[in-house]
T-cell receptor, first 119, second 109 residues
Framework: GAGVSQSPRYKVAKRGQDVALRCDPI?????LFWYQQALGQGPEFLTY????????KSGLPSDRFFAERPEGSVSTLKIQRTQQEDSAVYLC?????????????????FGPGTRLTVL | KNEVEQSPQNLTAQEGEFITINCSYS?????LHWLQQHPGGGIVSLFM???GKKKHGRLIATINIQEKHSSLHITASHPRDSAVYIC???????????FGTGTRLQVFP
């Protein structure tokens, strides 16, 4: 299909390990978002890219979290020295629109998420 | 206080019942989204609206911008409607979504 894909779907890490989560957005989508969803909670914004530029990283909880989108398509969210509180589902979404444009192009399409469990 | 509040948190219904889920928000928005999340994490966008009312099949979404309130209605509910329904708003000048905590709906046959 042509939807947003994420890998791996499930990741178990020992505390202190580094992890890398991948997001493949819909081809041609300009905007890419990462969200963190703790168990029983709604998703929370982590960071936003417009093409390769990271325009907003205000939601990243600590400097252990790092995201990149070097060629403006695939994005990787890296978490260094994982802690138990990092356990969550990490969701990626993409949209066609550039920041500030109105209309249906702003609709965000979500990937299936990566469930990270830190032991 | 959360910027996006949903009620109820949990909802059970018998098949065929009319369902209403409410969402209130406290920030200025450019759009409001209703999302459906099934077990396993996948999120599907149901509606994106900035005024009035939208209908898709058995689903109806309304928004009152002045009152900062939106409702999602499901007519003739079915067990396959069982999921978590999440309200999310997009604030002015940013595409960042602010999410409610979701309403867990279970529809029994």
């Amino acid at each position: 299909g042509a939807g947003v894909s994420q890998s791996p779907r499930y990741k178990v890490a020992k505390r202190g390990q580094d992890v890398a989560l991948r997001c493949d957005p819909i081809s041609g989508h300009v905007s890419l978002f990462w969200y963190q969803q703790a168990l029983g909670q709604g998703p929370e914004f982590l960071t936003y890219f417009q093409n390769e530029a990271q325009l907003d990283k205000s939601g990243l909880p600590s400097d252990r979290f790092f995201a990149e989108r070097p060629e403006g398509s695939v994005s990787t969210l890296k978490i260094q020295r994982t802690q138990q509180e990092d356990s969550a589902v990490y969701l990626c979404a993409s949209s066609l629109a550039q920041l500030g444009l109105e209309g249906p192009y702003n609709e965000q399409f979500f990937g299936p998420g990566t469930r990270l469990t830190v032991l | 206080k959360n910027e996006v509040e949903q009620s109820p948190q949990n909802l059970t219904a018998q098949e065929g019942e009319f369902i209403t889920i409410n969402c209130s928000y406290s920030v200025g928005i450019s759009a409001l989204h209703w999302l459906q999340q099934h077990p396993g994490g996948g999120i599907v966008s149901l509606f994106m609206l900035s005024s009035g009312k939208k209908k898709h099949g058995r689903l109806i979404a309304t928004i009152n911008i002045q009152e900062k309130h939106s409702s999602l209605h499901i007519t003739a509910s079915h067990p396959r409607d069982s999921a978590v329904y999440i309200c999310a708003v997009r604030s002015y000048n940013t595409d960042k979504l602010i999410f409610g905590t979701g309403t867990r709906l279970q529809v029994f046959p």
